[in-house]
């Protein structure tokens, strides 16, 4: 079954745009290794930039030949397209103690991330217009990483009514999510998903029952012996199951994440092979820890979904390894001290990832050997993809977002370092390779660690 | 319009209406329509005189159930109208029962109303009147997609061949639509079909049209743009997200009907709602819109489909006798 032609908004849409503050003279990069999954490239050479727009790329490019009005040469470092983000919550608008929108995005910055996709579960959720645009005018005056939204699929995030994808879409909503809430109605999923065709929205689920997933940590001997609550793996796996089969059935897309367990992701490699229009993400907490790191009752490891079995962690490897995994996002969730430093039962889910997305995800090569465009691929062109951008990937006449990156640079994570007022991240001590050094933002250069 | 296990002639739906039965109910729409103009009111055709017409309405509806009635009377039948609500109907009565009763009484003609599709056909098969369907659920209205046809044979041409008509609204829960898109195509029109994907069917493309989401692209070149009732319950809830946006991409504006061929008919089979599927200025633009129109037609259709209907029965009863005195 052919689905008709979407609605043609091209002459509608408006926002987001960003080049308001775009750096106006003539950059050159050059004696950089540059890694560009969109195309396999990987070179030394160099990127001019003019008007904040990638001008060239390659190896041809060098001070001696190319006149610019800045130059920085950048031997022994590596040339990457800026990461882009597809899941981060907010703090603002409404938990602002937790993360401004600003600070969300000079973190996005230092991590090497240049677009995030915004979740819309803020207080008021962006499920109409102004709420959108407020986010995004947010971030247009933030002049750090670019920030896109996620509409909110239904109204208050409540998963009864559907939102005005139409008129989020013209206002720059890049694809359709519900927080950290399923939709567990299946008769609204499925209008959902009908729907969200006619304007060419993907809608971003998180796939977990609520109704087995209430308790604190993944179900299992640990949780008995610890004497938490536990959310079952059944909650990810009915939920994935049941979405495939309402997309196949609504002819729809559909984006599932963060996947967590060896079951849920056998049934998304099936549905990939059948050739269903299905992707997938995972968060690097997914690959680089298990429910071990709890341990005594430590609430930064309080996650949702919740961290797995070794088991499943290995099984998210093989699955970013063979492909069935499309992405890989922070899920960068800030949570002020007080909403951690209670009994872990009363603790909020959640972990800021933002700055750690780059190292972690670089682990896949170092300790996996997985090949290194590979895996950066889930990280710059799949997401922008997925997400509709024209970024990703360092190709002329894009926006110039690029981030240099040291991939070998040895260092143990430390939650004192992190730079965001909230420093909740389970992976203090944790051993890693790799760090972001310059980030770039249409040509504007928004820090310099050399 | 005649089936080996239902007893009399009868119009039950468009998908099995033969092209030249379609005509033969236009034809007869031409003729009564000529000597109906050279008339006054009090001046009535005799054709139906001594039938009687039952119409039997189990869903509420002023302007079908009248319309039906007019159209008996002009033609001298003697016209009741079962008050399902407070009849045995209301007490429980099966739809079997009623027609078993109904039939005991001998009347020519049934209209029948129905909330569920279906209904008519089984109604049919159990009485010796004529069953004309007045609508029955979301399946089929096949007076109403006569006169639309009529209505539209009157300003384009007696060949619909290749004329481009929009249906464009609730398809899903629309006996209008289905109705109208096997006539059409039978008719050689090109049909497109346009709603949002929640009210459009995929399945839709088999029936020999063409579907879209995108309105204006619908509507481009099109020779008519009928639009369609959205129930009030459709508008807030799991179908569609609100009135506004409904209007926004799936409302006939006059911008979107600009793109539209220059003469292209507005059609509705009403009730219209004003300002959610269609703006004010286009359902009163004159000489375009043809809503009104199609009430008047609906009546002149109907004198049409009672008066091929008796033709028919008089036919069968004329075979029947002969048989008789063999």
Redesign the interface.
Known sequence: ?S??????LSDRKVGPVYTRHVNESTILISDARLLDPATGLDDIGGVLIEQGRIRDVGAHLHRQFVHAETHYSLKGLTLIPGMVDARVHLGEPGDDHRESIAETLSLAAYGGITSVAALPNTQPALDQVPNLQFAVRRAREAKFSKLYALGAAT?NLAG????????LTEAGAVGLSNGNQAITRP??ML??L??A??FEQCLHHFPLEPSLSRGSMNKGAIATQLGLSSSSRAAEILMVQRDIQLAKE??ARLHLGPLTCADALELVRRAKAEGLPITCSTAPQYFCLNELEIGDYRTYAKLEPPLRSEDDRLSVIAAIADGTIDIIVSDHCPQDVDAKRVPFEQAAYGMAGLETLLPLTLNLHHSHGLDLLDILQCVTQRPADLLGLNSGRLQIGNAADLAVIDPDAPLRLSNTQLRGKSKNSPLEGFPAQGKTVMTFVDGRLLFDLR | MFQHDIPAPFLLGTLDMQRHHAEAIFERAERIERQFAGLRTSELFQELAGKTVVNLFYENSTRTRTSFEIAAKRLGAMVINMDVATSSVGKGETLLDTAATLNAMQPDFLVIRHPFAGAPKLLARKVQASVINGGDGTHEHPTQALLDAYTMRKHLGKDLSNRVIVIAGDIRHSRVARSNIWLLTRLGARVRVVAPPTLLPGEMGQFGVDLFYDMRKAVEGADVVMMLRLQRERMQGVFLPSQSEYFRYFGLSDTVLARAKPHALVMHPGPMNRGVEIETSVADLEGRSVIEEQVHMGVITRMAIFSVLAEQRRLVAENRSEELMA
């Open positions: 079954m689905n008709p032609q979407a609605i043609d109204q009864e009514t559907l939102t005005e994808i139409g008129s008769d609204v209008r959902l009908a729907y065709k006619a609504a002819g």
